[in-house]
């Protein structure tokens, strides 16, 4: 991964195909204004609407079934606007496969807590990844930078996150170095209505 201090990397990911390992590029860039969110709108739209409405049983992620283009609209511009509040509080990244390109594969962001006692550690939230985008490394690579970024950008030395308890992200962060701390039940409800239980997950940076 090669990364500049503005948050933005390219990097490869190899992917075994048919007995070979094939490696594709992707570059991950920071948001930086409401005006460039616009430049990704329509992809992050249709992407926030998979992850909801594609699997209404096993989405939590804070919207109900189905979810409008007004509705994921509202949000990612609503995301927009906090990009320049002072103090910043919120880093959001984009995944595609070439610096230029408007299509988003994944995205993820950083919220750091406004309050001195909690300078130390950041959330992360909002790790989305396009359904034809998964099982070949693109969640790890965001996560991946998001570490970085949080390290050594932000100066934060822990990291958290929580996921709703049933769903493959669980196994998945576990699997990439995050240490689960504690479950609580009936935490949220599902895209169908449903209610279920939430996993929380601490990562140290330090080091």
Same mark, same amino acid.
């Given at each position: 991964?090669?990364?500049?201090?503005?948050?933005?990397?390219?990097?490869?990911?190899?992917?075994?195909?048919?007995?070979?390992?094939?490696?594709? @590029?992707?570059?991950?860039?920071?948001?930086?204004?409401?005006?460039?969110?616009?430049?990704?709108?329509?992809?992050?739209?249709?992407?926030?609407?998979?992850?909801?409405?594609?699997? @209404?049983?096993?989405?939590?992620?804070?919207?109900?079934?189905?979810?409008?283009?007004?509705a994921a609209d509202e949000f990612w511009m609503a995301t927009a606007s906090k990009l320049t509040e002072t103090p910043r509080v919120l880093h959001c990244f984009v995944l595609t496969a070439d610096p230029d390109a408007a299509d988003v594969l994944a995205t993820g962001s950083i919220v750091t807590i406004p309050k001195a006692t909690h300078r130390h550690r950041a959330e992360i939230v909002k790790l989305l990844v396009h359904p034809s985008a998964r099982r070949k490394g693109v969640a790890t690579t965001m996560m991946r930078h998001l570490e970085f970024f949080a390290k050594n950008s932000l100066g934060r030395e822990v990291l958290t996150l929580d996921t709703a308890t049933t769903t493959p992200a669980r196994a998945f962060y576990n699997s990439i170095g995050w240490r689960e701390w504690g479950t609580c039940p009936e935490y949220a409800d599902f895209a169908d209505g449903t209610r279920g239980d939430a996993t929380f997950f601490v990562k140290a940076l330090r080091g």
């Open positions: 991964m090669v990364q500049d201090t503005h948050g933005s990397s390219s990097v490869g990911i190899s992917v075994a195909r048919a007995g070979s390992a094939q490696t594709f @590029p992707f570059h991950i860039q920071a948001i930086k204004s409401p005006e460039h969110m616009t430049k990704f709108l329509p992809s992050l739209r249709t992407l926030l609407q998979l992850c909801v409405n594609q699997d @209404p049983a096993s989405s939590s992620i804070g919207f109900r079934a189905p979810l409008s283009d007004e």
